[in-house]
């Protein structure tokens, strides 16, 4: 590997023959060194690969101004959120990076940002949000610094956004959604939810990407007609909730809901009234 670009003395662009560019860091591993030289392999301790990553090109920039201990430190975060939910766009760690690295700068001058959706975030996310608590636990431990609770759910989008397919801004703008769908369905039943329920996880799994297709105007298509029908028929309640919703969102979202997205609404809305019954 040959340095194609020093960035600072921790970071270098690299790269080998005619494959692509990586960004390599390591404590020291630009020491002394020039481009065109050969970089120490036993000093790399993250490597970011371009694979036409659009993002790369930003990356560059702002790596030059986020201190190496912080960037590992957003590496081992990454790292313990792919252990605990699965798969996550590579996007993550350049976008988990400069959230951290704002925070910190944030809390350094006294300027820490008040979290509107901390509660929703919270009870809509809880996986996703016990696992930006641990990544607090990590940045105190790893660089002595205690963040704020809201910033564990600042950082709990970053997660659900890494999930989905989709930016911050919509990831909000969904999480707005499925409380408003979330209360819709209560008041309109009269129900408390049961948030250990695996009824009301699946709900809200089901409402995560509803509500993403509803902002984006995306349709699923099924051959479920028949049982469309029968679930009407047989779940009344359920599917006047349902369409309630749907109306909701016709008037607020101009999103006109098909039967098929009715027909899910309806059998995850009839499970949790269910459960409500028996509750009470």
């Avoid at 912080?70 to 993550?92: F, K, W």
């Avoid at 008040?114 to 930006?132: D, I």
């Avoid at 039967?259 to 028996?278: D, M, N, T, V």
Wanted: hydrophobic share 40%; with cysteine; proline share 2%.
């Amino acid at each position: 590997m040959k340095i194609v670009k020093i960035l600072n003395n921790n970071v270098v662009v690299v790269q080998q023959g005619s494959q692509d560019e990586q960004i390599i860091m390591g404590r020291g591993i630009a020491f002394q060194k020039r481009c065109g030289d050969s970089i120490d392999h036993s000093k790399i301790e993250k490597v970011f690969a371009r694979q036409n990553n659009p993002l790369f090109d930003h990356f560059i920039e702002l790596i030059k101004q986020i201190p190496l201990n912080v960037l590992l430190t957003c590496d081992r975060i990454v790292a313990y959120a792919r252990e605990q939910l699965g798969p996550l766009q590579e996007s993550l760690f350049i976008s988990l990076a400069d959230h951290c690295f704002g925070a910190l700068e944030r809390k350094r001058k006294g300027q820490e940002l008040h979290n509107r959706l901390l509660w929703e975030t919270q009870h809509l996310y809880p996986k996703e949000y016990q696992v930006a608590v641990t990544a607090l636990q990590i940045i105190e431990r790893r660089l002595g610094i205690l963040l704020k609770e809201d910033e564990a759910g600042f950082i709990t989008l970053h997660f659900v956004t890494a999930q989905l397919q989709g930016d911050m801004r919509e990831i909000t703008q969904v999480t707005r959604l499925m409380q408003e769908i979330l209360n819709l369905v209560k008041y309109h039943l009269s129900i408390d939810y049961d948030d250990k329920s695996f009824s009301y996880h699946r709900f809200v799994t089901h409402l995560k990407f509803f509500a993403q297709r509803c902002l984006n105007h995306t349709d699923v298509s099924s051959d479920e007609g028949e049982l469309t029908e029968t679930i009407q028929k047989q779940y009344p309640v359920a599917w006047a909730a349902a369409e309630l919703v749907g109306k909701h969102l016709f008037q607020h979202y101009q999103h006109q809901i098909q039967p098929e997205e009715l027909l899910f609404l309806s059998l995850h809305i009839e499970k949790l009234r269910k459960e409500a019954q028996r509750i009470q």
